[in-house]
């Protein structure tokens, strides 16, 4: 067992709850590394065949070609964006998570909700997919 502080109560986490204490920490330090353009540091939570959607529809497909793609954005006016999970469940097998919430640009008006695949490869969060949409 583990015990976490949150909002100064203890609480006990059996071994579900700690997996999506590792799933939201990977996604705090996801949000940080686009906050300071560390493309690596995004990509490390990315499975090698990951798949994205944008919110505008636009698809992605593996690692290689998202890390491009990141580079290419930071290059420019950057779109620093954050997601906050709302929500995140641990399949029975704990080897698959599902996460939602919402995501936000820092620098434009975009916001809309998001949904993301975990899957546990080798003992670790990895993200094999993830769904965004833009609600403006």
Do not use: C
Request: glycine share 8%; no cysteine.
């Amino acid at each position: 067992m583990i015990l976490l502080l949150l909002h100064e109560q203890k609480i006990t986490m059996g071994p579900k709850t700690a997996e999506i204490a590792i799933i939201r920490e990977r996604r705090e330090d996801s949000n940080r590394a686009i906050s300071e353009r560390d493309v690596p540091g995004i990509a490390q939570y990315w499975m090698d065949d990951i798949i994205v959607i944008s919110g505008e529809g636009g698809q992605y497909i593996g690692k290689k070609l998202l890390v491009q793609v990141f580079k290419d954005m930071f290059k420019t006016q950057p779109p620093l964006f954050v997601r906050r999970p709302q929500d995140i469940i641990i399949g029975e097998s704990q080897v698959l998570a599902w996460e939602t919430g919402e995501w936000e640009y820092n620098t434009d008006s975009f916001r809309g909700n998001y949904s993301a695949m975990w899957r546990k490869v080798a003992g670790q969060w990895l993200i094999q997919s993830e769904l965004f949409v833009s609600l403006d």
